[in-house]
């Protein structure tokens, strides 16, 4: 059950998740990935279907957020989750790294006319 604390990270939060688990599995659901299609809604909710929800999370102004249930159990299965939310989104805002462009970058500067002169003792 949604707390209100949980509603209002969800409300306010970008890149939101609800943690569902059992023990030491979860499973992590994206709220706008799962409400994409009518498929994925599906696929995730037969992935959860016998786990428990544990908690959410959300990012608040940047920060990573989360709200747990107040229970033990879902404390101890939402430690993983926590870390494999902060993967997911370290992974989604990492720059794509860039084509190597250090060998054009010396083909033109070797095209650049020489522009210095001989000066100096002889």
């Given amino acids: ?8 990270l969800l ?4 890149d939101r998740a609800l943690a569902f688990g059992r ?3 979860f499973e992590l659901v994206f709220v706008e990935a799962a409400n994409a299609s009518e498929v994925v809604y599906r696929a995730c909710s037969e992935r959860v279907k016998n786990l428990d929800f544990i908690g959410a999370f959300a990012l608040v ?3 990573a957020s989360c709200e747990c249930v107040d229970s033990l159990a879902a404390v101890t299965a939402m430690i993983p989750a926590a870390v494999a939310y ?3 989104i370290a992974e989604k805002s990492e ?7 250090g060998a054009d970058w010396l083909e033109r500067l070797y095209q650049l006319p020489d522009m210095r002169t001989e000066v100096g003792p002889a």
Avoid at 11 to 14: D, E, M, Q, S
Avoid at 95 to 101: G, N, T, V, Y
Wanted: hydrophobic share 25%; glycine share 8%.
């Fill in 95 to 101: 720059p794509a790294p860039k084509e190597d462009d």
């Fill in 23 to 25: 023990d030491e599995r």
């Fill in 11 to 14: 409300i306010t939060g970008t």
């Fill in 86 to 88: 902060c993967r997911c």
């Fill in 61 to 63: 102004d940047g920060v």
């Fill in 1 to 8: 059950m949604l707390t209100a604390e949980m509603k209002r």
